[in-house]
């Protein structure tokens, strides 16, 4: 926990682990949820929260976290404010992902305790991860865990008998992936896009090819009913989604390959690595472009662990597999020298694909294959304790960061002051930054925590689209010919929905130089 959380618990909760804007909107869409849940004004529609005025389904614009939600409102309920409450879901959340993995390795893998739990730190707190830390959405990637543990004992079950009992697996195995696209539509797409490989590779061996027709031919009943349970519960997050897709467009591929891995990219820690951030100077680490989002090395040692774990298990079939899977996703990512890339085919022919802009993302996705390697080289030193105790000291000070932590104190004081300046009888709001000299979004994210002060709606937003034809992401008075153009764009903005001027208000104010500490 000290490697991702250190600077919350040190600051007693001063400090949130990240940045100002993706933090708060996360939590933004945590406290919406709870909000609706609850029938708090200004939050009766789910799918349509109070920001983008009056932009319907802009919650599907982003993760909408919602099966892992609970842990959040749990945390309100018991009278946490909403930063607090996200800071305790961060830690709930990273837990659960530990303990899922380390029941992975313990009943899959089949290791003993202390490889399990060397494994399942790698899972949820090697650096692939905290590197990440800004964006607390990828943290929970439990239900993945889940969904990979149901299916590993679906494969190794006899005979399952009858009634609810030979069901057991399969409906665990659907609840994960449905929990993991609930969750974080990215892991649950990159999670079936390995499923599909994996399927590929045990349809091409014949031994393998052997044992999933026998379980499918043994277990097509039950396996059609979970799939059916699965499909009905996915759906309404698919025809929101879909809608989303259609109004904001799909991601072009020229934007997709800027965060595509390179070669080099598998060796990088990022700037802020403990023993590695040295190597983020050299101009071979220079050229990866959106490189905080490409931080996706291990570490020597623990690189060098995880495959020596895979080399000494390689006959086993469930290692193997797993081993075969992570390779080809590995190459089906990687954007090679001379640009080539095979991308462009998934890009293509694969459904939803072109939804998937952060493809370098995979390499959290690829730390369960990392978790499995290193816990089976632990296995292996269990013998020589001296050494396996240095090993596991040297992978947890490779994964070390310095990590990104704001003050939310700050951030209150700002989305406050936009609230107190927000004239009464205001039905909507768009919020403009006099002289702005943070990034637009610092300003948009603050409107969005003053709507919910107010429990009124605002015209601005912030997430991972924008509505169509929404003109206000330089939401910012430079001077009078900017003041006049974001007047007659809110004025056409409104019109496009047929509402008149007045159903927003202007509200411009120097938020920079009135408050009092920097986001």
């Not at 909107?25 to 200004?42: C, D, I, K, M």
Request: proline share 6%; glycine share 6%.
């Amino acid at each position: 926990m000290g490697l991702a959380f250190r600077d919350t618990v040190t600051s007693r909760f001063a400090l949130v682990q990240g940045e100002p804007v993706d933090a708060r909107l996360v939590t933004y869409l945590l406290e919406h949820s709870y909000r609706w849940l609850t029938g708090a004004a200004g939050h009766a529609s789910l799918w349509s929260p109070p920001i983008f005025y009056p932009a319907p389904n802009t919650f599907a614009y982003s993760e909408s976290l919602l099966s892992v939600a609970p842990v959040y409102w749990a945390f309100r309920a018991l009278g946490l404010p909403p930063d607090t409450a996200l800071q305790w879901w961060m830690l709930a959340a990273a837990t659960l992902d530990y303990v899922a993995m380390y029941v992975l390795l313990r009943r899959a893998v089949r290791v003993g305790r202390a490889p399990a739990a060397l494994g399942a730190l790698l899972f949820a707190f090697g650096s692939v991860r905290v590197a990440q830390i800004r964006h607390q959405h990828l943290i929970p990637h439990f239900y993945t865990i889940v969904a990979l543990l149901a299916l590993v004992r679906l494969f190794e079950e006899g005979d399952p008998g009858r009634g609810p009992r030979a069901l057991r697996w399969p409906a665990l195995f659907a609840a994960g992936v449905v929990g993991q696209l609930y969750a974080a539509v990215y892991y649950g797409w990159f999670l079936a896009l390995a499923l599909a490989l994996a399927g590929l590779w045990a349809l091409a061996v014949p031994r393998w090819r052997r044992a999933l027709v026998a379980t499918l031919r043994r277990r097509w009943l039950v396996l059609t009913v979970a799939a059916m349970g699965g499909l009905v519960a996915t759906a309404p997050l698919a025809v929101h989604y879909l809608a989303a897709a259609h109004a904001a467009g799909y991601w072009d591929y020229a934007m997709v390959s800027t965060m595509r891995p390179r070669v080099q990219s598998w060796l990088y820690l990022g700037p802020q690595s403990w023993m590695y951030h040295r190597l983020a100077a050299l101009d071979v680490m220079r050229a990866i472009p959106m490189e905080h989002e490409q931080r996706l090395g291990l570490g020597v040692v623990t690189t060098v662990c995880v495959v020596a774990g895979f080399w000494v298990q390689r006959r086993r079939a469930l290692v193997a597999l797993l081993a075969l899977t992570a390779l080809t996703l590995i190459v089906l990512v990687t954007q090679w020298p001379g640009g080539r890339s095979a991308w462009a085919l998934v890009y293509d022919y694969v459904p939803s694909a072109r939804a998937i802009r952060a493809v370098s993302r995979v390499g959290l996705v690829l730390l369960i294959p990392a978790a499995v390697g290193l816990a089976l080289f632990a296995e292996r030193l269990r013998a020589r304790p001296v050494l396996g105790a240095a090993v596991t000291l040297l992978v947890i000070v490779e994964q070390g960061q310095t990590l990104l932590a704001y003050d939310k104190g700050a951030v209150r004081e700002r989305a406050a002051l936009v609230a107190q300046h927000v004239p009464p009888g205001c039905r909507a709001f768009l919020f403009t930054a006099l002289h702005g000299r943070e990034d637009p979004w610092v300003y948009h994210v603050d409107a969005m925590w003053a709507s919910m002060t107010l429990a009124i709606p605002t015209v601005n937003g912030y997430s991972g689209r924008s509505p169509p034809e929404w003109p206000f992401y330089a939401a910012v008075v430079r001077d009078s010919a900017s003041d006049a153009q974001l007047t007659r764009s809110l004025a056409a903005w409104l019109a496009r929905w047929q509402l008149p001027p007045s159903a927003a208000c202007r509200v411009t104010l120097d938020i920079d130089a009135l408050t009092r500490r920097s986001p």
